[in-house]
């Protein structure tokens, strides 16, 4: 009997990172999958069939997870939708959804939408791309790692068969994409992408586009928000039967990019409700996460740091020269130094972290002069000077390197953190 898609009574449910028994494949009505797969299609009354039931015995055979394969027919006016509708009642967990218009942007926001799975996915109905990329594909978004995982075609390691014009179009088109709105995915348009619903359920009201573009705008404003965006390498064979109109479809892409990045400059397209929160600090007992916090943190930072600078500079030591061996056993822990305060001391986490590495440097910079200078007063003051006592002239040198490391790292390297962290503890 025909299958369709209901709207969901719930709200999608979040993604489960606890591994699941391998199990066969339930109808769709029977359980919730893992998993909804769409295939949108628009007169494919002669690659429908096989295709669909290549990729169930795919799915049936290597996902170990339920799924569900979700037959998205935009209008078509072949045989399309009586294919359509043998294929769901021939195999478990193959549903129908009809939709009166074309557009395959529509079809996968009002499929992706109505679907009660955790992990949504798509793929083009030529299947071009090999299947042994779904797994990857979906794996960081059941874990949670990540938001959006796509296929690409032009990643290292990817492995692709098609005609020179279509190679040229794909990689100028991505190119445009980099040079206009600074994107760092590489690959747009691969008919090969899974998202979380939890993310799908935010991210899908705001993509205004219906057609081919659709994909791009929802990967633009997924990045601009900072969500995780996870590319998975894939070996792709052209569709030699390939009915899509490239010339038309590029225009459409170019009028989206133009409408996007001016919403994006005006401020018309506002991303508040997509970007991540900010993460909150870490509690300790008795401890408010105001400046009183910061500094007990960045105290037991500054502990284990001192105590990594000294086992370093002691084998360091043992190989080359003092001032040699403070410059290397500095230069690290200052690096493990910033990179625990950020997390620890300040709650930062996210992007950023290279320049405020970059920061960090500075300040170790000027720890080096304090305590380099220090060494070379005591070797000036003393020719042969005892290692217990090289050791004793750091710490104090050090112990004031810290105070002046707090300060820097507070007010200029993660400045805006600290900030808005006070700002939220006196409201």
């Known amino acids: ?32 999958p893992m998993l909804d797969v769409v295939v949108p299609v628009y007169n494919e009354e002669h690659d429908l069939g096989p295709s669909v039931h290549r990729l169930h015995a795919y799915l049936d055979r290597a996902f170990p997870y ?109 190119q445009i994409l980099r040079r206009t709105l600074s994107v760092r995915f590489s690959d747009a348009q691969c008919g090969f992408k899974a998202i979380r619903a939890d993310v799908a359920e935010r991210l899908l009201p705001m993509v205004e586009d219906t057609g081919w573009f659709f994909d791009t705008e929802l990967l633009v404003l997924a990045e601009r928000a900072g969500l995780r965006i996870h590319e998975v ?39 508040a409700e997509l970007r991540r929160p900010e993460p909150e600090q870490p ?10 916090g910061q500094l007990l943190r960045f105290g037991a930072v500054g502990v284990a740091s001192t105590l990594l600078y000294l086992v370093l500079f002691s084998l360091a030591s043992t190989l080359m020269g003092a001032q040699p061996a403070n410059f290397t056993a500095l230069l690290l822990s200052a690096i493990a130094n910033t990179a625990a ?13 290279g320049r405020q590495q970059a920061q960090g440097l500075v300040v170790f910079l000027l720890s080096l002069v304090l305590t380099s200078g220090s060494l070379a007063l005591l070797h000036a003051l003393s020719a042969n000077p005892g290692h217990a006592t090289e050791l004793a002239v750091l710490v104090a040198a050090n112990l004031a390197a810290t105070l002046v490391r707090f300060v820097l790292l507070r007010t200029w390297v993660f400045r805006k953190h600290s900030s808005s962290s006070e700002q939220r503890n006196s409201a």
């Open 341 to 353: 305060n950020r997390r620890h001391t300040f709650g930062v986490s996210g992007a950023g972290a």
């Open 233 to 271: 390498p894939v070996d792709w064979v052209d569709d030699p039967n390939s009915s899509v109109d490239i010339v038309a479809t590029a225009t459409a892409d170019l009028k989206g990019c133009w409408r996007v990045g001016r919403g994006l400059a005006s401020g018309s397209i506002s991303l």
């Open 66 to 174: 339920g799924f569900r394969i979700t037959i998205a027919d935009n209008a078509s006016t072949d045989s399309t939708p009586a294919v359509a509708e043998q294929l769901a009642r021939e195999l478990p967990a193959v549903c129908v959804r009809r939709l009166p218009l074309k557009g395959r942007g529509r079809a996968l926001n009002t499929v992706w939408a109505a679907s009660d799975a955790p992990v949504l996915a798509y793929m083009d109905v030529d299947l071009s791309t090999d299947l042994s990329a779904l797994l990857p594909l979906v794996a960081p978004l059941i874990s949670g790692h990540s938001d959006i995982a796509i296929g690409s075609r032009l990643a290292r390691g990817s492995q692709v068969v098609r005609g020179p014009k279509r190679e040229f179009i794909s990689r100028a088109y991505n």
């Open 283 to 292: 509690e300790l007992p008795g401890v408010p996460n105001g400046l009183g």
């Open 1 to 32: 009997m025909s299958t369709t898609i209901a709207a969901p009574s719930t709200p999608a449910q979040g993604v489960t990172a606890r591994p699941l028994p391998r199990r066969d494949p339930l109808p769709a009505e029977l359980e919730t």
